[in-house]
């Protein structure tokens, strides 16, 4: 059963690798959140003034035990620590919307999903498998635009300012516990709203309302009304976990052969 599985996993994410306009649409956010906006704030602050309204404003939310007499030094630990974690809470969902939208229904465009269902596998364990498959893609995606950003992001302070950043304690629990979480809920209701929809269009429209929240969160990060802090991402990270199993187990209970075949 686990190489039949395995066989689900590699398909699904073969056939998106494959496919260049899906590949590409893959690669989009992430390379304009993790390459271009860390490098435009990095450009704003090289050649804004720092005394500037707008940029004390923001200062002024950093811990005071983060702050030390070089301001374009403590403007690049609040971008790198406080502003763009919060991009890889919503990379995961735009990959994972990708993938997951065509789960089943791209089975269906490719008249593939009786022969699906003809596998010795429960509709439970193919439910799964298409979880697994597009949890494991947006986890890369996310992996490898948080590396490609770290580079990015060092390189370019490294040139401007003749220094390093590193990152905080808050990206491990966003890497390793909010992102995993939050990927894993948009995952679950695209896949469970791909067995009903007819295409993958339709599949990808809940996405939208799944990336409202984070935007949200992105707005108040960006006009100064908040930070978010480490036991703040702990709290998330722990509701959103256990809302992800729970959503999980109840959309694999209910899944039918019926709600495939309609």
Not at 111 to 121: A, F, Q
Request: charged share 15%; aromatic share 8%.
């Amino acid at each position: 059963m686990k190489n039949q599985i395995l066989a689900i996993i590699k398909k699904d994410i073969r056939s998106i690798t494959s496919n260049h306009r899906m590949f590409v649409t893959l690669l989009i956010v992430p390379i304009v959140l993790t390459v271009l906006v860390p490098t435009m704030f990095i450009l704003i602050m090289r050649f804004s003034p720092t005394e500037s309204a707008d940029f004390q404003k923001l200062l002024a939310l950093l811990p005071s035990a983060e702050q030390n007499e070089n301001t374009f030094k403590n403007m690049l630990r609040l971008v790198l620590n406080y502003m763009l974690p919060a991009f890889f809470m919503l990379i995961p969902i735009m990959a994972a919307s990708v993938m997951a939208a065509c789960s089943f229904v791209g089975e269906k465009e490719k008249r593939t999903l009786e022969t699906l269902l003809y596998s010795p596998l429960s509709l439970k364990q193919i439910f799964r498998a298409k979880v697994l498959a597009a949890f494991l893609l947006s986890m890369l995606v996310s992996a490898i635009s948080f590396i490609v950003m770290l580079l990015v992001l060092e390189t370019e302070t490294w040139l401007f300012a003749g220094f390093f950043l590193l990152p905080d304690i808050k990206w491990l629990l966003v890497l390793l516990l909010v992102s995993p979480a939050v990927s894993l809920i948009a995952i679950t209701l695209i896949v469970k709203a791909s067995a009903k929809a007819q295409s993958v269009e339709d599949a990808q429209q809940g996405a939208v309302f799944l990336i409202l929240p984070i935007i949200m969160l992105l707005a108040g990060q960006f006009s100064g009304v908040l930070l978010i802090n480490a036991w703040v991402l702990l709290a998330l990270g722990i509701v959103c976990a256990l809302l992800a199993v729970l959503l999980l187990k109840q959309s694999m209970s209910n899944f039918k052969y019926e709600t495939l075949l309609k």
